[in-house]
Structure formats: C-alpha cells, structure tokens
C-alpha cells in the first residue's frame, strides 16, 4: 500500500514537472505577447530609473577618452541616409538653408541656422557609444551644448521633456523620434554635435547634428534632427512611448 | 496498522533519522533562485544574439573578437553555422550560428530558439524579462545574504572546518567514485559542497551582478571605478557571458548531485526541510 501510494506520488510529481516543463517553454513567448504581463515586467524600467537617478548625481559624466582610444572604425547604425528629396537638396548644398527649430512649451521659439548653432557655447568629448544590441565604439563629438540653449528660447514652468523630431523614417511612415527629460537636458555632456571626430557630422552619422546624451543607450542619440519640441507629456507624441523604439518596446529609460 | 508500524516493517536494514535541515528562508530563497537564473540565461541569450560576437577592452573592434557566431554561404550554397574561439572556428550548424526557427526555416541567429526567451527574435521584450527577473534575483540574494550571515548560516554550514579541509583528498575520491557521507557526516555539507556553494555565492552571483551592471552606461558614469575593474564595457561583457556559463556548470553538477544522492529526500528536504540521513549500520 505505502509503496504504491509512493509510486503514485513521484509519478505525479515526475508528470508536474514534464507539464510545467512544456508550459514554461511554450507559455513565456504567449507571456510575452501579453499586454498585462508585459506591463508587469516594464515595472524593472521605473526601479531602474529611479535608482539609476540616485546614484547619478546630475553633474556624474560619462567617462571621457583620449584620442587614441578612438575606434577607427565608428558603426553608423539605424537609418544610414534619410530618403526624402528635401533633405537630399539640403545634403547637396551643405545645409545652407537647413534650420533647427525649437518650440512647443518655450516663451520664444527659436529657428537656428547650422552657423548659429556652431557660434553657440559648445563641448568637445570623447565617449564610448555603448548600442541596445551589445557593441560599443569610441567616437569625438563637438557640438552645441544644450544648456544655453534652452535658457535663451526660455522653458516655460510646465515643460518636462525635450522631444527631438528627426528626418528619418525607419519604418515607411513612421519618422524617428526621441525624448529625454531635463535632467538629462540639462546635462552638460549633452550637446547637439555637428563635429564628428574632428570632420562634419556624415550623412550616415546623421547630418547636420545628432544629439548625444552620454548616460544612456545609442537609441536615444537621435540623428538627423530637424526640430526640439519641449511638452508637458509624451502621450500625444507618435506612438506615446517618447520615441521611436519606444514605441517598438524599449525602454523609454536606456540607462542600462 | 499505524503508519508508523507500516514503516517499520519496510525499513532496510539501516536504520534512519530524520532531520530539519534547511530554514524556511533558505528554502524560499532557494526556490527563487531556480526561477531567476532560467530566465535570465534564456533572455541573456536573446540579447546576446543581438551581437553575437566577444571581446575585451572597451571598445568592439571586429578585427579583436574573442567569439564569434555567425552564418556564412558554404561552398555548395547552403548556409552555414560557425563559431570561432579565438583563432579556432568550428561547424556549429543547427546550434549556433545557424539553427532553423519556428517556422522551420534556416535562421542566422547566434543561439537555437529552444533555449532564448522570446523564442523568436525580439530585443525589446528580452531586455524586460531580464531585467525584471534580475531585479528579483538581487532581491532575492541580498535576503538570503542577509539571513545567512545574521542567523550563521554562513558560519555554522558553510564554511569548511580545518578538519574538513585537511581531508579534502578523501572527500573528492570519494565523490568521484559516488560514495555519499553517512550518519554524523551526512548532517553537514561536505567540503566540496561547501567551497562550491561558498564560491558561487560569494564570488560567482556578485561577478554576474556586476559585470552586467558594468554595461550600463548610466551605471559607468555613476561607478566609473567598475568599469576599470573590469577592464571596460566589452571585457564586462564576456565576463559576464563566462558567469552564465559558469553558473549553467554549476547547476548541471548540483541537479546531477542531486539527482543520485537521493533524489527525493533531496527535494523533501528543500521544500519542508526535512532530511533523513541513515545511520549506520
């Protein structure tokens, strides 16, 4: 009787372990696929943020390199030109009549030519581009810090994040976006580069600027920037994720 | 008959005793501790097959690679899987490099989808699994850091004694030829379970914790002295890569332990605590 009563047992719990065995394997890509599970494991993004932002006191840099860490060759990824006819015009003529505006929640919206924007107090910093995907390069970027700039087109109180509108479009239809809040606006590594390793910013780099935001993933430095919108809230903005990644799932967070 | 009388009559000849063996926290942390590192190797490798090759230093140079999976046209046109570890390259097809993917179809991709989370490709959602089960699993190990060091834990049956240590020959011959310790032996870890479990938690899990806090940019502008530790973002990388193969090592020997040290006492003993040792004859 005992014996059998232990039989059935382990023969049960070999069965339990075979089903949820199977379950496991096949029931985490449905998981996966399930809005209310995912919104669960999104939960992480906002611990890490709020412990990442913590620990990083808002002046920490990101570690800056010397020359001759360089990578001699620097991947462009994402969108590598931008197949629109006005932008190819404005490729041919140096980005002559290109300007950056910047608006939404400013008092005076501004529109700047590139030789403005190159007039304007900028940084020069050697940092290692650290993608979603796993590789790092080392690159030189020079470009218009984004403090002052944004203290003379003036914030107004109820602006929170900068949304930065590209020209690329990564998906037919859908143009790149990015946003970060002001802390990180407000960062002084954060710049609008225009300077890559010391020569223009490329057509496959994302000329005439890209922004750089040091402390987070390659996604969040937005190429190909036509324009600066400050908003109270991300919600009405392309997909409402605060960029283009975003809204394909990624972080809206990138710091790790 | 009483269950007890029952008992008696099947006895071996050996008699036994039973004992409480592990703590309810021990047990609880250990049960997280099956669900987190699953998850995390199974979504790892669906981010490592967002970049499938390793290197070291901070920068990924392609001509510096230490591994690298990738799929190539053979010489009759059909796809090929290949891994190279440093200078050596090896046929992985089917496994790694080139395995075939839901829909049966040949797929470049770095590990087979049986074992990546999602098994289809997708970044995206293995970054949230990861990063959701590695916040738990630090959870998880810092209350059991902390149990174990106020309770003892550490102290009382973790750390091996001089006795222990100076048999350490005998322990491992007799490990290799499957002999298991007995009565007063069998109430203790034994000094190879002891070392490896002192080295996995306290060097092997806090390794993998940090070197993958390494690669996150936020994290180096916070800790830039983690980075220098490791020797860069992409050495942190590969540390990280060789933790996971280390903790997988790792729990092959223990279920393997397990699994014919007494399979079902094992598990009694780590869900109600109750262990039975036999005493001897």
């Known amino acids: ?256 | 008959m009483d269950a007890e009388a029952v008992k008696a009559e099947h006895a071996p000849v050996a008699r036994s005793q039973i004992i409480y063996r592990h703590t309810l926290p021990v047990r609880l942390t250990h049960w997280v501790n099956v669900i987190c590192p699953c998850i995390l190797l199974m979504s790892g490798l669906q981010i490592f097959n967002a970049h499938t090759h390793l290197y070291f230093g901070n920068r990924s140079d392609p001509q510096h690679e230490l591994l690298s999976m990738r799929a190539v046209r053979g010489p009759d046109g059909m796809p090929v899987g290949l891994t190279t570890i440093g200078n050596t390259t090896f046929h992985t097809t089917g496994v790694l490099g080139l395995s075939r993917g839901d829909d049966g179809q040949w797929e470049a991709r770095g590990f087979p989808n049986w074992i990546t989370l999602p098994s289809y490709r997708d970044l995206a959602t293995g970054r949230r699994w990861h990063f959701f089960f590695a916040w738990l699993f630090v959870i998880n190990g810092l209350t059991y850091l902390t149990y174990s060091v106020l309770n003892g834990h550490v102290r009382r049956d973790l750390s091996p004694n001089r006795r222990q240590l100076r048999n350490i020959g005998h322990d491992i011959v007799q490990h290799l030829r499957l002999r298991f310790p007995k009565g007063e032996e069998a109430k203790h870890y034994n000094v190879l379970q002891k070392l490896a479990y002192l080295a996995v938690i306290f060097a092997l899990l806090p390794l993998v914790v940090l070197t993958g806090l390494t690669m996150s940019p936020g994290i180096d502008a916070a800790f830039p002295f983690l980075v220098e530790l490791f020797g860069g973002r992409q050495s942190a990388r590969t540390i990280h890569f060789l933790c996971a193969t280390g903790i997988v090592l790792f729990v092959f020997v223990h279920v393997v332990m397990v699994l014919i040290s007494g399979v079902w006492n094992n598990m009694r003993s780590m869900i109600t605590g109750r262990y039975r040792i036999e005493t001897a004859e």
Request: charged share 20%; net charge neutral.
């Open chain 1, 1 to 256: 009787m005992v014996a059998r009563q232990t039989l059935t047992r382990r023969g049960f719990l070999t069965r339990l372990s075979a089903v949820s065995g199977a379950l496991l394997l096949g029931g985490c890509d449905q998981l996966s696929q399930s809005p209310a599970f995912r919104d669960i494991l999104s939960k992480a993004e906002g611990v890490t943020q709020r412990v990442q932002r913590f620990v990083l006191s808002q002046r920490s840099l990101a570690r800056e390199f010397s020359e001759s860490d360089l990578s001699a060759h620097f991947k462009a990824n994402g969108s590598i030109n931008v197949d629109d006819p006005s932008y190819q015009a404005q490729v041919n003529d140096g980005f002559a009549n290109w300007r950056l505006k910047i608006d939404g929640l400013v008092a005076r919206p501004a529109s700047l030519s590139l030789d403005e924007l190159r007039r304007l107090p900028s940084r020069t910093q050697i940092t290692r581009h650290d993608c979603v995907e796993g590789w790092s390069a080392i690159g030189k970027w020079k470009g218009a810090q984004l403090t002052p700039l944004l203290q003379n087109v003036g914030l107004k109180p109820e602006a929170r994040y900068l949304v930065f509108h590209c020209a690329d479009e990564l998906e037919p239809g859908a143009k790149y976006y990015e946003s970060i809040d002001l802390i990180d606006a407000f960062h002084p590594q954060t710049i609008l580069a225009y300077d890559m390793n010391d020569a223009a910013l490329t057509v496959p780099h994302g000329a005439p600027i890209r922004l750089r935001v040091e402390r987070q993933l390659g996604y969040k430095h937005a190429k190909y920037v036509m324009g600066i919108e400050a908003v109270s809230s991300l919600a009405h903005i392309g997909g409402g994720n605060g960029g283009f990644w975003e809204d394909r799932g990624y972080e809206w967070y990138a710091g790790i």
